[in-house]
């Protein structure tokens, strides 16, 4: 039922596409969590990358990267050893350094001024090695997670920081995807305009009149296995973004992977051919754009 709902709403955007004016609905959401399932340990694997130096030690730590990025807090769990933290900062720290060159930002982009969480082994749910909990606005990676899963629940904590800076009067467990799917009222504003450009290119077709590709192959998924998720407006434009992310010129297999050769990806869980270039131009468009203006202000 709840996915016979998701569907309309997405025909009802589309059906909706050229109006001027957007009205207040309700904005349905679940629990925001992500399920990237892996039991490997990472610690003592490599990865591969293609990015910059990012610092003049090998080393890191995650007091650097709390310093450099400004995070609201950074939490290690009690049975992380001192090793596994070591390794852990490290690629932490050129993934999020990476992320930040790729979307052309700055350190208050990638923390959100401060507003976001990191958990290292910790704050995690039983067989999901990363996932962004809107209540505590967090950030969690299991001891034991897999790789590439950082871009995907980055994009999560955006989505849900954003939301009350893009619409008028939504809740404060809001996607802002979510909230322009259900007709929320935009706030108007340039940067808010390119960033809904982009949920309508992941959404609906480029004429605006039927659901996209990714969304048919998310939904068709979902009724295979009898859940909602796929198809969900936060997950569909969180791997939209993996997507964008993995295309970029740095490649960071810790940041994201999977995009292009998975068994998700063979099933079209992720942007394909035209719709994926559409998309990386207006992701790109935005963030370039909101770069700039965070430099600006920071200046």
Known sequence: MEGQVLEALVLKKASSFTRALFHGRKVWRDDGSDRHRFNVSFHERTFFRNGPAHRSEPASSFGLIRRQFDFRSIEIGRWVTNTERDRAAELFHDALCDLMLILQGTETLISLRGSLALQYGTGGRPGVSAHYDPRQRSFALAKNAGPGSIAHEWFHAFDHYIAPKCFHNVPNSAFASAAWLADASPIQHPLNQRLIACFRAI?????????????????????????????????????????????????????????????????????????????????????????????????
């Open 203 to 299: 959404l609906l077709q480029p004429n605006g009149q039927q659901p996209s590709a990714l969304f048919h192959h998310s939904a068709a998924m979902d009724k295979a296995l009898g859940q909602l998720y796929y198809s969900k407006p936060e997950e569909l434009c969180a791997r939209a973004f993996e997507a964008f992310v993995q295309d970029a010129s740095i490649k960071n297999h810790f940041l994201v992977k999977g995009t292009k050769s998975s068994p998700e990806a063979e099933r079209g869980l992720y942007p394909q051919g035209e719709q994926r270039e559409r998309i990386n131009a207006l992701l790109s468009d935005y963030f370039i754009t909101l770069g700039s203006a965070l430099s600006r202000t920071r200046g």
